[in-house]
C-alpha cells in the first residue's frame, strides 16, 4: 500500500516562510507527476505547483515567485518552499502523486496525503 505523508505545516507571520515535505512510503515501481494542493474552508481544491518526472513546473498565479516545487527522486519525495507568506495562503496543503506500484504496473494511479495545515495570520 502506497501511503504519502506531509510534513512542515504550522502558523507563521504574514511574510514569513515554511517549507512543506512530502515522504513517499510503499512498493512504488515509478512517480510520474508530483504535486501540491491545497484547500481554504469553504473553498474547492487547488492545485498550488506540480512538477513532471522530467523537471518541468507549474504554479498557480497566486504563488508564482514565492513558492517553489521540487523533487528528489532518489528519495521519492517532493518539497514546497513557500516564502512571503501572506493571510491568504492560509489552507489545509495535501501532497499528490501519480504512482505506478509494482503490483499495478502498468497503471498509474493518483495518490493523496492526509494534509498539513499552514496558517499565516497578518
Known amino acids: 500500500q502506497v501511503q504519502l505523508v506531509e510534513s512542515g505545516g504550522g502558523l507563521v507571520q504574514a511574510g514569513g516562510s515554511l517549507r512543506l515535505a512530502c515522504a513517499t512510503s510503499?512498493?512504488?515501481?515509478?512517480?510520474?507527476?508530483m504535486a501540491w494542493y491545497r484547500q481554504a474552508p469553504g473553498k474547492q481544491r487547488e492545485l498550488v505547483a506540480r512538477?513532471?518526472?522530467?523537471?518541468?513546473?507549474n504554479y498557480a498565479d497566486s504563488v508564482k515567485g514565492r513558492f517553489t516545487v521540487t523533487r528528489d527522486d532518489a528519495k521519492s519525495t517532493v518539497t514546497l518552499q513557500m516564502n512571503n507568506l501572506k493571510p491568504e495562503d492560509t489552507a489545509r496543503y495535501y501532497c499528490?502523486?501519480?504512482?505506478?506500484?509494482?503490483?499495478?504496473?502498468?497503471?498509474?494511479?493518483?495518490?493523496w496525503g492526509q494534509g498539513t495545515q499552514v496558517t499565516v495570520s497578518s
Open positions: 499528490n502523486a501519480v504512482i505506478q506500484t509494482r503490483t499495478s504496473f502498468p497503471t498509474f494511479t493518483n495518490y
Open positions: 510503499g512498493s512504488i515501481f515509478e512517480i510520474n507527476d
Open positions: 512538477i513532471t518526472k522530467g523537471g518541468v513546473t
